[in-house]
């Protein structure tokens, strides 16, 4: 496995699923305390197509911090399971801002 994970990164990876076909950048949401002890991590995809969803899919502007090179949406309704052999790079992390949006969306998609 890479570098510690924390939750908030934006990492780099893929895994053969229906919405994660091509190394793509993903937002790690697992809770930190279970990072490195099993063999997965859970992750939402980052896209860079607008799909009208705004209460699912959250905005994410491209910057260094964050690693992302274009303007881009966290899909929170595409949480996915993916080994953590297929994440290949740390790419930034997300604001605080921003991940307790993805918190409120995970919390409505997920019924929480």
């Known amino acids: 496995m890479i570098e510690k ?3 908030g990164d ?5 895994d053969r699923t229906d919405y994660l076909d091509k190394p793509r950048p993903m937002l790690v949401v697992q809770a930190e305390k279970y990072l490195g002890r099993v063999d997965s991590v859970t992750v939402c ?3 860079s197509t607008e799909i009208e969803a705004p209460l699912f ?3 994410i502007a491209a910057m260094s911090e964050n690693g992302l090179d274009e303007s881009s949406f966290i899909s929170v309704d595409k949480i996915t399971t993916v080994r953590a052999e297929k994440v290949r790079h740390v790419a ?3 604001s605080e801002p921003t991940l307790r949006s993805v918190d409120e969306a995970l919390r409505r998609w997920l019924a929480l």
């Open 5 to 7: 994970l924390r939750r």
């Open 10 to 14: 934006v990492v780099i990876g893929a």
């Open 45 to 47: 995809p980052i896209i």
């Open 57 to 59: 899919r959250i905005a």
């Open 92 to 94: 930034g992390k997300v």
